[in-house]
C-alpha cells in the first residue's frame, strides 16, 4: 500500500475517534430509547469500516460495502451495520436511537483498536 494511503487513512480513523469524545458522553445520559439523527449514526458506523478496509488492503470502497466488510470483521454489529446501509441505500424507514448511537460508539473504537494492530 502507498505509505501516503495508509497515513490518510489512519489520520482519518483518528478523527472518528476524537468525534466520539463530543456526541458519547451526551448519549449515554440519553434514554436509550430517545431518537437520534440516521445520518450521524450512518456516518460513524459505515465510515470507519470503509477506512479499515483501506489500511488493511490498500483497496478503497463504498460506504455501503464497508457495512458487509465490518459486519465480517465485528459480528456483533451486523444489525447495526445492516441498518445503516439501508438508511444510506435510501430507506426512509430506518431509524436510530441514543442506544444505537452508544453501539456506534464502541463499534467505532473496535474498528479502530482493530486496524491498529494491522
Same mark, same amino acid.
Given at each position: 500500500m502507498e505509505p501516503q494511503l495508509d497515513d490518510a487513512a489512519r489520520s482519518a480513523l483518528d478523527t472518528y !475517534? +476524537?468525534? %466520539?469524545?463530543?456526541?458519547?458522553? $451526551? !448519549?449515554? +445520559?440519553?434514554?436509550?430509547?430517545?431518537?437520534? #439523527?440516521?445520518?450521524? /449514526?450512518?456516518? %460513524? /458506523? %459505515? $465510515? #470507519? $469500516?470503509? !477506512?479499515?478496509?483501506?489500511?488493511?488492503?490498500g483497496g478503497v470502497i463504498s460506504k455501503t460495502a464497508a457495512a458487509d466488510h465490518t459486519a465480517h470483521l465485528l459480528p456483533r454489529y451486523a444489525a447495526l451495520l445492516s441498518r445503516a446501509r439501508s438508511w444510506r441505500l435510501g430507506d426512509g424507514t430506518v431509524a436510530f436511537t441514543a442506544a444505537d448511537g452508544l453501539a456506534a460508539c464502541d463499534l467505532v473504537e473496535a474498528v479502530a483498536d482493530h486496524a491498529d494492530r494491522l
Amino acid at each position: 500500500m502507498e505509505p501516503q494511503l495508509d497515513d490518510a487513512a489512519r489520520s482519518a480513523l483518528d478523527t472518528y !475517534l +476524537s468525534e %466520539l469524545d463530543r456526541a458519547c458522553p $451526551g !448519549l449515554a +445520559s440519553r434514554d436509550p430509547h430517545a431518537p437520534i #439523527p440516521a445520518d450521524a /449514526v450512518a456516518w %460513524l /458506523v %459505515l $465510515g #470507519p $469500516g470503509r !477506512l479499515h478496509h483501506t489500511v488493511a488492503t490498500g483497496g478503497v470502497i463504498s460506504k455501503t460495502a464497508a457495512a458487509d466488510h465490518t459486519a465480517h470483521l465485528l459480528p456483533r454489529y451486523a444489525a447495526l451495520l445492516s441498518r445503516a446501509r439501508s438508511w444510506r441505500l435510501g430507506d426512509g424507514t430506518v431509524a436510530f436511537t441514543a442506544a444505537d448511537g452508544l453501539a456506534a460508539c464502541d463499534l467505532v473504537e473496535a474498528v479502530a483498536d482493530h486496524a491498529d494492530r494491522l
